[in-house]
């Protein structure tokens, strides 16, 4: 089935950076955008950017200019998000989630999430 | 983009019918029709129930519907049911490759 499976939480320490991969499957990787949104524990949701898979073109949300970078691998199937000069308030759950075909501007698939813990 | 205005609560009576409101502004919910809403259970990953304002994805039941009115987007819950109980999410495109999303409404089942 469709499907988007996210690396496991982390720890890390302030200033550190951390990088959670997105592996797609069920459908083909490099036909839809791919978009990564992240939630504070009891808040809501913030996009964060997208990428092209196909192309590997970036957009990234101004908050987060400079400090993440969204890449991808076709071989497997695989986006990555990194986000780097961790601060406590970067202690959040990321989601990667697909963009529905046909122009429409919504997720239609999400990944599990991954917990990340900004900690010293 | 500032994030899309939403009641941080709802709340409704099983059977009933309760609407949660999103708003933004001409240059995001008002400008493309391209409101979407999210149903978050505790603990998941959130799930579309409408996009393009008003469509539903196959397995949604026809119980959620939405609708807009210039910059405010709406999303109703018919005959409510406790399995309702969630958190409900708007999202929007806000040009230039840009998404933004609402701050979240909590849907209790009395």
């Known amino acids: 089935q469709v499907q988007l499976v996210q690396s496991g939480a982390e720890v890390k320490k302030p200033g550190a950076s951390v990088k959670v991969s997105c592996k797609a499957s069920?459908?083909?990787?490099?036909?839809?955008?791919l978009h990564w949104v992240r939630q504070a524990p009891g808040q809501g949701l913030e996009w964060m950017g997208r990428?092209?898979?196909?192309?590997?073109?970036?957009k990234y949300a101004q908050k987060f200019q400079g400090r993440v970078t969204m890449t991808r691998d076709t071989s497997i199937n695989t986006a990555y998000m990194d986000l780097t000069r961790l601060t406590s308030d970067d202690t959040v759950i990321y989601y990667c989630?697909?963009?529905?075909?046909?122009?429409?501007?919504?997720?239609?698939?999400w990944g599990q999430g991954t917990m990340v813990t900004v900690s010293s | 983009q500032s994030a899309l205005t939403q009641p941080p609560s709802a709340s409704g009576s099983p059977g009933q019918s309760v609407t949660i409101s999103c708003t933004g502004t001409?240059?995001?919910?008002?400008?493309?029709?391209?409101v979407s809403w999210y149903r978050q259970l505790p603990g998941k990953a959130p799930k579309l129930m409408v996009y393009?304002?008003?469509e539903r994805p196959s397995g949604v039941p026809d119980r959620f519907s939405g609708s807009q009115s210039g910059n405010t987007a709406s999303l109703t819950v018919s005959g409510l049911q406790a399995e309702d109980e969630a958190a409900y999410y708007c999202?929007?495109?806000?040009?230039?490759?840009?998404?933004?999303f609402g701050g979240g409404t909590k849907l209790t089942v009395l």
């Open positions: 989630a697909r963009e529905k075909s046909g122009a429409t501007y919504a997720f239609d698939i």
């Open positions: 069920g459908y083909t990787f490099t036909g839809y955008f």
């Open positions: 990428i092209n898979p196909d192309s590997g073109n970036t």
């Open positions: 001409s240059s995001d919910v008002g400008n493309y029709d391209s």
């Open positions: 393009e304002v008003s």
């Open positions: 999202s929007a495109y806000a040009g230039s490759n840009n998404w933004v």
